[in-house]
């Protein structure tokens, strides 16, 4: 293939910056339910069925990988918010994205915010949800999460090429932490991704 400046130019101008390898990510969307209730605005969770064979008993949002039949990453958050809490998509109405999130477990995570009608009855799905609960907003706006530096480390395999690198075993890997963010309601524990995004969309609300 005859590549020249003109084809770099051709092939980089105007293209549109994406994520590397993002193809290849499996995509999930997250809803944030909103409710209003008691004059205040709610955030509405659910606890994971105790059978589930992935976090069973841990707080989430709902949500769920997007599949081929959803149209967008936000079709799918609605789409998954209906399913697993069992109210109609009338019912649901979306106000907007939050920021990506990019898992080092080759996934990409879309959340999005939205308002469930007041007048929606809930029939939560037996097979992924084993409650839901609401916590008001200025619970959260009154109280910091608490945050627990979790520390990183890179562990090569040892068919890893140590002798084609600069100081061979001896190479100093960059070290780094991950936050991990815990709020409390009642006896309900929010940590994890879920914390993660309730934390950003607060930050985004009072900024």
Known sequence: MDINKDTVFRRMSGRKQGIIHE?????????????EKDNDIHLLYEVR?????????????PGGMVDNTDKTP???AVRELCEEI?????????????DKVISP?????????????QDASYSPNEEEVGGIFTVPLSHFLK?????YDVQLKIEPPASFPFEDIPNGKRYTWNAGTHPEYFYYYDDHVIW???AKITKHFLEELVQ
């Open 23 to 35: 193809q290849r990510m499996r995509r999930y969307a997250i809803f944030l339910p909103l409710l």
């Open 105 to 117: 477990f080759n996934q990409i995570i879309y959340p999005y915010v939205g308002f469930i009608d």
């Open 86 to 98: 069992g109210i109609q998509e009338e019912q649901a109405v979306l106000a907007g994205s939050l």
């Open 74 to 76: 936000a079709a799918a």
């Open 143 to 147: 109280q910091e999460p608490f945050c």
């Open 49 to 61: 069925a105790k059978h589930m064979k992935r976090q069973p008993g841990e707080v989430c949002f």
């Open 192 to 194: 994890g991704l879920t």
